[in-house]
């Protein structure tokens, strides 16, 4: 399935909607997708030959900086729509479909964000501005 207008949707609870996370956010040249191949007991033997034990079940990873200079409501409302969608708040689990440029088409499964660290560019009186901020959604595995 060919690119259909957005990178990464987050879905919700079943039943619930799903939001696209806005590309004006994006910064493009920080933007890193992979279906993340895994092996188990793989290894080289004497004569130095890889003998690979890939498994099917990949581990999908998306992750991109926000643009420089977001605001903090505009960070408040990004933040508010994907933790509305976490189906585990403990673990800050979420679906997600997500386009995959290495097979050329989207893929769904589960993922896990990471801590979002956010550096202040700057206060004034009435917000604040952020320096770029790094999401990832990181997959717990699926097979693809």
């Given at each position: 399935?060919?690119?259909?207008?957005f990178?990464?949707?987050?879905?919700?609870?079943?039943?619930?909607?799903?939001?696209?996370?806005p590309?004006e956010?994006?910064a493009?040249?920080?933007?890193k997708c992979t279906?993340?191949?895994?092996d188990?007991?793989?290894y080289?033997?004497?004569?130095?030959?890889?003998?690979?034990?890939?498994?099917?079940?990949?581990?999908?990873?998306?992750?991109?900086?926000?643009r420089?200079?977001?605001?903090s409501?505009?960070?408040?409302a990004?933040?508010?729509?994907?933790k509305s969608?976490y189906?585990?708040?403990?673990?800050?689990k979420?679906?997600?479909?997500?386009y995959?440029?290495?097979?050329?088409?989207?893929?769904?499964?589960?993922?896990?964000?990471?801590?979002i660290e956010?550096?202040?560019?700057?206060?004034?009186?009435?917000?604040l501005i952020?320096?770029?901020?790094?999401?990832?959604?990181i997959?717990?595995?699926?097979?693809?």
């Amino acid at each position: 399935m060919a690119y259909q207008g957005f990178l990464l949707k987050i879905n919700g609870l079943p039943g619930g909607t799903q939001w696209e996370f806005p590309l004006e956010y994006i910064a493009w040249e920080s933007y890193k997708c992979t279906v993340g191949s895994q092996d188990v007991d793989s290894y080289r033997d004497a004569n130095g030959i890889l003998h690979r034990n890939a498994l099917k079940t990949r581990v999908p990873k998306i992750e991109f900086q926000l643009r420089e200079n977001v605001k903090s409501g505009e960070f408040d409302a990004i933040m508010s729509e994907l933790k509305s969608r976490y189906t585990n708040t403990i673990e800050k689990k979420v679906s997600v479909t997500a386009y995959m440029q290495e097979t050329s088409e989207y893929i769904n499964f589960d993922s896990y964000v990471p801590d979002i660290e956010v550096t202040i560019k700057k206060a004034t009186s009435k917000e604040l501005i952020y320096k770029s901020i790094r999401f990832a959604f990181i997959g717990y595995g699926t097979e693809c």
